[in-house]
């Protein structure tokens, strides 16, 4: 906004030196995890390797665990907990593309994530006269159909000035509801009973994927979180994610410097959109029902509020922010009926005080990027000019 | 895919009509109904264009100032005895009381405003946060009043209350014209003329437009940037109060807590078809929308489309005219 | 945040600016753009602005300006201040759609083009106010312009195609000679906002670069430097020219402009008032008038 013309400081090597220090302080002040990140970064790539695998395995194993106090019970079915809290993390780090690396604000997130549902219940509930397929057919499908959507509604809206998109998605997100429940054939507050589900039958004989038993379900969400997670983490490293976040830095240099620019806002909608579909479709097989009472404005800001939280432009803090907005209301049952209130507070304060969130990071946005920036350094560090000599051990400390 | 799905159900229960006859048949009851919703979200929509053109700021939470106004409203109007009966005071008796609950709606809606600029916003332009961090304070804010509404007055509606029972003015083709939307109209139209006056000649108007056109040149030559955004806010939420008056007048149960929310879009959409960050567009605007939507939902059969409409009016409008029919006025051209 | 090993490189880089990082050799370019042909020799038109006309409501930024670059030179666009020389790059960049006139590049009008598509044609800048990506660190900046020579799409990006991971391995090695180039490689992991002012102009200068351009655009690549810099900044600008690419270099200060260009014209109100070699500049008396009710500035 500002324009100033002409310069803010002569360099020098002071200057530089107070840049540096800006920089290191920041990074050390970084977040509450931030030591966390730090050591994490420090760990050499077999060392990262095993910590992931630790992790992994934990998260698959939470729902079995279901460690005391953390626990969401007696209040509520811990692992339903543990399967809202993957499907809002799953959620988070598809909105993530769309706000955090690409600066986009969409306030509408939710009718993706509706489109998906009822792609899902439409073609799998037997209260559907349509078309039925497996289940776990309609995950790609569902993600293409809200993808389909994404793009539709990105075409023409993306070319505006962010705030308009604020407003328009915000739109859309009410007129999904809406349509829902006028036009016959979403089956308004009636809805859709027993959405499918995975094939397999457990011993007992009952289906293994069964709406009261989250666990499952919580596998096979989690198992797609990390998959999109991966394929995420591709994107960020490669063009594709430097036009983002280029896109959400200098717009206008952006396109200048050749991004094209609306096309990867576009694609930022509907990979987002795709994510948002694919989780609706999870969630409406999980919950086994559907109908339009779900799909309000506010859940688009409590999807928001997850990325925000976690660190927005942080794909790791997307699911912490996701899983903790989630899994907050359902451990303490006393502060449920405030959620609403407490998000929309949480928002406010995070953007005046901690805009970056809780795990604030950096995209990494080149493929090669750590091994280049490890030669940087042990080049500076071999010949190294004399006054930089110094500073290592003067800054070391 | 969707619509291909749709084509199969059979169309018996009318979700969707083009009823031309109908719409014929009650023009102009839509129209004069039109205008008076128009006029409320002109005023409404006056919020949003003066913030607007100070800060390059939709201020989600202004839906929320208007909201707080209707309750303000309501609240001086019960405990002054209306209730959801005709009141069987005298017109004279009525008017003050009117004006009174004008007063206390106007004052809470703009002390809302003040309060969320110094709490939420001045902060952000204090450290020069970029733009998405004002987006996402502004639905937060919005968001957070909205449901601590909820906490207090839960989900139903306030009690209705009736504040006279309109009667026939004139008749127009057929159709009469009553008090309530005379009343409506002419206030909304004054109170913007005078907004518009208020830009244009004071002091303070003049320190409004230059802060829109140019905030740094506007710093330079003197002008109290923090003092005229200031005076922004509260403008537009004495007029999101004076709007809250003639809503309850219109809707007396439409309020409750996210009855600001819908009318707010709306709104929006109004200052955006009228050129956002011009006052006369937002009157334009208004009622523009109000007929659109009135029209739409005869056509279509539900009122439920009322919505629907003026959303696909607002995405029309800021894809063919992204500067609204008025164009710019108060701010610059954004490059 | 990025502590390490990005923050290593953070900490060892910043000794003072080396002006012997100046006297890199051309081939430093090369290796940043190794396919491009280098035609050094100042030769035919590349680039020919006709009539170019630029209006905001009443006010005339640019009336009927004309003229052309020859292949290989450096062009210096000097001018007052507010006579329309960043509003002539923006027109000639596609931001301003101009209300008239005509830009050609090689023979092709850029009229009604995309700005990326501008880009990718050839034509490359820099802005006078810092516009740097300032979340991503140098690297990334430089390899952002990069792209615009990459072919990955979408989905090849999403699945490592071989493509992807060749591309990634070139745009790292170019970006990285590019800032050797420039004399900021040791700074490749820092935050292009908490780069020095001067890294930051000079990064601005890499990214341009990167896009492979014909014809480099530099808006006052030297504002803010004292003249020590400056001089380092020309030979970095000969350095550039001298590997094949065409410059068209906005500057007001007069000495300076003088050393560095083949040839220059001079705008003041938004038209053109002179057109030719610096020592015919440096004598026109329209010229000298419009400098001398011009205080000497370049600390604006
Ligand atoms: N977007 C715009 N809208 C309105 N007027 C503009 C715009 N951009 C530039 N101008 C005006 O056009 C004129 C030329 O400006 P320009 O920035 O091209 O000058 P310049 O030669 O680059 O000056 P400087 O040496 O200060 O950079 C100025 O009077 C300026 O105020
Ligand atoms: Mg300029």
């Known amino acids: 906004m500002s324009t100033t013309d002409g310069p803010t400081l002569i360099p020098d090597a002071k200057a530089e030196q107070d840049a540096i220090t800006r920089e290191s302080n920041r990074t050390t002040r970084g977040g509450f995890f931030a030591p966390l990140a730090d050591r994490w970064n420090r760990l050499s790539r077999p060392q990262q390797w095993v910590f992931l695998l630790i992790v992994v395995a934990i998260a698959y194993a939470l729902p079995v665990l279901n460690p005391p106090l953390i626990t969401s019970e007696p209040g509520n079915d811990w692992p339903i907990t543990c399967l809202q809290m993957a499907i809002f993390a799953l959620v988070a780090v598809g909105l993530n593309v769309v706000v955090g690396y690409a600066g986009l604000l969409d306030l509408g997130y939710v009718a993706f994530f509706a489109v998906g549902s009822y792609t899902a219940a439409m073609f799998t509930s037997p209260d559907s006269p349509y078309l039925h397929i497996p289940y776990l057919w309609t995950l790609p499908v569902a993600m293409a159909v809200a993808m389909f959507f994404g793009v539709l509604l990105g075409v023409p809206t993306l070319r505006l000035r962010g705030d308009y998109l604020a407003i328009v998605t915000l739109g859309f997100g009410e007129i999904v509801r809406i349509l829902a429940t006028i036009i016959p054939a979403m089956k308004g507050q009636v809805g859709f009973q027993n959405v499918g589900h995975p094939p397999g039958t457990a011993a007992d004989g009952h289906p293994i994927f069964s709406n009261s038993n989250g666990t499952p379900w919580y596998w096979l969400t989690i198992t797609v979180l990390i998959v999109i997670l991966l394929l995420a983490g591709n994107l960020e490293r490669s063009r594709v994610g430097r036009a983002w976040v280029a896109i959400r830095e200098d717009e206008d240099a952006a396109e200048i410097m050749g991004v094209p620019t609306f096309k990867y806002k576009v694609w930022a909608f509907a990979i987002g959109a795709g994510i948002g579909g694919l989780s609706g479709a999870l969630s409406a097989g999980a919950t086994g029902f559907i109908n339009n009472q779900k799909f309000d404005v506010q859940t688009s800001i409590l999807f928001l509020a997850a990325v925000v939280l976690g660190g927005s432009g942080n794909k790791v803090g997307a699911i912490l922010g996701g899983a903790v907005v989630a899994y907050l209301p359902l451990r303490f049952t006393a502060i449920a009926d405030y959620k609403y209130l407490i998000f929309g507070v949480v928002l406010v304060v995070l953007m005046i005080f901690r805009a970056k969130g809780l795990l604030p990071a950096r995209q990494r946005l080149l493929a090669y990027g750590k091994v280049t920036y490890a030669r940087v350094a042990a080049r500076s560090r071999a010949e190294p000019p004399s006054t930089a000599g110094t500073k290592i051990e003067g800054t070391a400390q | 895919m969707l619509s291909t799905l749709l084509l199969q159900v059979p169309m018996d229960d009318s979700w969707i009509s083009f009823d031309i006859p109908s719409l014929m048949q009650n023009f102009w009851s839509a129209t004069f109904d039109g205008l008076t919703f128009g006029a409320i979200y002109g005023l409404v929509a006056l919020g949003y264009t003066l913030v607007y053109g100070v800060l390059n700021l939709i201020n989600f939470a202004h839906s929320e100032v208007f909201i707080i106004g209707c309750y303000g409203v309501v609240f001086t109007l019960t405990s002054l005895g209306f209730g959801p009966n005709v009141p069987t005071l005298g017109p004279l008796a009525i008017i003050g009381d009117l004006l009174l609950a004008l007063i206390v709606g106007m004052i809470a809606s703009a002390v809302t405003a003040l309060a969320l600029e110094r709490v939420a916003y001045r902060p952000l332009r204090k450290r020069n946060a970029p733009r998405l961090a004002f987006l996402i304070t502004a639905i937060g804010a919005s968001f957070a009043i909205q449901y601590g509404i909820f906490l207090v007055r839960g989900a139903s509606p306030e009690p209705a209350v009736t504040m006279f029972q309109p009667t026939p003015i004139f008749d127009v083709f057929g159709t009469i014209v009553d008090s309530q939307q005379i009343i409506i109209v002419i206030a909304a139209i004054i109170l913007m003329v005078a907004t518009d006056q208020f830009i244009r000649r004071s002091r303070t108007g003049r320190g409004i437009r230059a802060v829109a056109q140019d905030p740094d040149t506007a710093t330079l030559m003197g002008v109290d940037r923090e003092r005229i955004i200031m005076t922004t806010f509260v403008i537009g939420g004495l007029l999101a109060g004076a709007g809250a008056l003639f809503y309850v007048m219109k809707v007396p149960s439409g309020v409750f807590y996210a009855g600001g929310f819908v009318l707010g879009i709306k709104a929006f959409a109004a200052a955006v078809l009228g050129g956002i960050g011009n006052v006369r567009g937002a009157l334009l605007g208004g009622l523009l929308l109000g007929l659109i939507g009135n029209y739409g939902q005869i056509l279509l059969g539900n009122s439920q489309w009322t919505d629907v409409v003026a959303f696909v009016v607002l995405v029309l409008v800021l894809l063919l005219k992204p500067t609204g029919i008025l164009g710019t006025s108060m701010g610059r051209a954004r490059a | ?300």
Request: charged share 25%; proline share 4%; glycine share 10%.
């Open chain 3, 1 to 300: 945040m990025s502590i390490s090993p990005e923050a290593g490189a953070d900490l060892t880089s910043h000794g003072p600016t080396e002006l012997a990082e100046l006297d890199i050799a051309p081939e430093v370019a090369e290796g940043a753009a190794p396919e491009r042909e280098i035609s050094v020799g100042v030769g035919d038109n590349i680039m020919e602005v006709k009539n170019l006309t630029v209006k905001f409501g009443g006010l005339v930024a640019l009336d009927d300006v004309s003229f052309n670059i020859k292949r290989g030179e450096i062009l210096g666009l000097i001018g007052p201040n507010g006579a329309g020389k960043t509003t002539c790059f923006n027109a000639m960049t596609g931001v301003y759609k101009p209300t008239s006139g005509q830009v050609l590049l090689e023979g092709e009008s850029l009229g009604g083009r995309q700005q990326h598509k501008i880009t990718r044609l050839g034509l490359a800048r820099t802005f006078q106010n810092i516009r740097l990506f300032g979340e991503m660190t140098a690297l990334e900046n430089v390899v952002v312009g990069l792209d615009a020579r990459h072919g990955t799409s979408v989905l090849g990006a999403l699945f490592r195609v071989p493509r992807h991971r060749r591309e990634e391995r070139t745009a790292i090695e170019r970006g990285m000679a590019l800032l050797e180039f420039v004399g900021i490689a040791e700074n490749a992991a820092v935050l292009s906002r908490n780069l020095s002012y001067g890294h930051q102009r000079r990064l601005e200068i890499a990214r341009a670069l990167a896009t492979d351009p014909k014809v480099l655009c530099l808006d006052e690549p030297a504002a803010g430097f004292n003249p020590a810099e400056k001089e380092e900044l020309m030979t970095l600008i000969r350095a550039i020219r001298s590997d094949g690419y065409t410059v068209l270099l906005i500057e007001h200060d007069m000495k300076l402009v003088m050393g560095v260009t083949d040839r220059i014209v001079v705008l003041e109100f938004g038209k053109k008032l002179a057109d030719g070699l610096p020592a015919e500049i440096r004598n026109d008396p329209r010229v000298v008038a419009a400098y001398l009710g011009e205080p000497e500035d370049d600390a604006a």
